[in-house]
């Protein structure tokens, strides 16, 4: 009885991956590699946050966010594939099931890390720009080319990763040293452009580049204003006026036309539009809107006019140009001076406001009140 416990113990063992040889057992190792991994985290971390205490910095504050985690689970996987490759120690025996998980485990931390080291390194490049003001164009430029490189060198990791996985298995071993090789990335990529995703990925790489957009333009596309929000390696984010988003290929924006009002200056000039009465002042109304776009912090004072451009049997078109920083301010500039103006006529020239003539009897009459008599019969 005792004999046979004993065997089935040392089957248990064997399972693990190791067979108790002299004084050292295998398993026995493995477990002192994780726990000395995990001490080594508890280390990094603490004499990292003693130094964040004594001078705060926003790079550790970084690697406290999207890096912390992936490092707990690098460093246990790498003492743990320490320990499988001991093969100079004689007292240890190596089994395939704990070779081939070492293997697997460290791949994907060590890719987990890396990713996120690309991303903590993307926001110290970024950080000290501001993409929120249209005016600040190379800014945006450079953190538009930024994001898609950090984007595209994470793809061109995902696919390295899954090869060297795919090598660490017997079965699809040829697979893996295909993709490796220059015959299998072109077929690879062959089979990305069959579904369109090649050609997403050029076109992203032409737009981070010539910056047809980048990060925050305003834009028009498919009748709707808005501003890039995102730029991703296939589809690229147009946050709309209104909050909604609106998702697009990337290719769009390279076969299609649409308008960037932020391409190579955020100045905009904005139209409002009156229709009036032909009794109008036009110098009456010219003068108010000077005064009234001068006392406009939004009006940047490069584009004024007031013009009549069109006419219609009962009225005339009188049209306002003024220009500001950007769409939002010309929007708003033109708000506030279509709001006054408003006032101005309704107050000191009524009769410039649209009406309706009626001729009766030869008489003709723009006013309804000054008819006299019983009303017109039909």
């Known amino acids: 009885m005792q004999q046979q416990i004993d065997t089935w113990i040392r089957e248990l063992i064997r399972w693990f991956g190791f067979v108790p040889n002299r004084d050292l057992s295998g398993w026995i190792l493995l ?8 001490i080594v985290d508890v280390v990094v971390t603490q004499s990292v946050r003693f130094v964040n205490r004594k001078r705060p910095s926003q790079v550790v504050g970084f690697l406290k966010k999207y890096v912390r985690t992936a490092f707990w689970v690098f460093v246990p996987s790498l003492f743990f594939l320490l320990a499988t490759n001991l093969q100079s120690a004689r007292f240890i025996r190596r089994h ?3 070779d081939k998980t070492a293997e697997i485990l460290f791949l994907v931390a060590a890719t987990w890390l890396i990713i996120q080291l690309l991303k903590v390194a993307e926001l110290i490049l970024v950080r000290q720009y501001d993409t929120t003001q249209d005016i600040n164009l190379s800014q945006r430029k450079f953190v538009t080319q930024v994001r898609f490189v950090r984007r595209f060198v994470v793809f061109v990791i ?11 298995f017997q079965g699809s071993r040829k697979v893996g040293l295909s993709v490796l ?3 299998g990335v072109v077929s690879v990529l062959i089979g990305f452009a069959a579904q369109k995703t090649l050609s997403n990925l050029l076109a992203g790489i032409q737009i981070a580049f010539t910056q047809q957009i980048r990060l925050d333009d305003a834009v028009v596309v498919e009748n709707e204003w808005g501003r890039i929000e995102e730029i991703n390696l296939t589809t690229v984010v147009v ?3 209104d909050r909604r988003r609106l998702i697009l290929p990337i290719t ?6 649409f308008q960037n009002w932020t391409r190579s200056d955020a100045s905009i000039t904005g139209a409002i539009l009156f229709y009036l009465d032909y009794n109008v002042p036009v110098n009456k109304v010219r003068e108010k809107a000077r005064e009234l776009a001068e006392a406009d912090p939004l009006w940047n004072r490069d584009v004024f006019a007031v013009q009549v451009t069109d006419t219609t049997p009962t009225s005339l078109l009188l049209r306002i140009l003024v220009s500001a920083a950007d769409a939002p301010s010309a929007f708003d500039l033109r708000c506030h001076l279509r709001e006054a103006l408003i006032v101005f006529l309704r107050e000191e020239y009524p009769q410039s406001l649209p009406q309706t003539r009626v001729q009766i009897g030869g008489l003709l009459h ?3 009140d000054q008819l006299t008599g019983p009303s017109p019969q039909t």
């Open 31 to 38: 477990i002192i590699a994780v726990i000395t991994g995990l």
């Open 96 to 98: 395939p099931v704990a």
């Open 158 to 168: 995902f696919i390295i990763s899954g090869a060297l996985l795919l090598v660490s």
């Open 181 to 183: 090789t220059s015959a």
């Open 239 to 241: 946050r709309l006026w």
């Open 252 to 257: 769009y924006f390279v076969e299609n036309p």
């Open 366 to 368: 723009s006013d309804p």
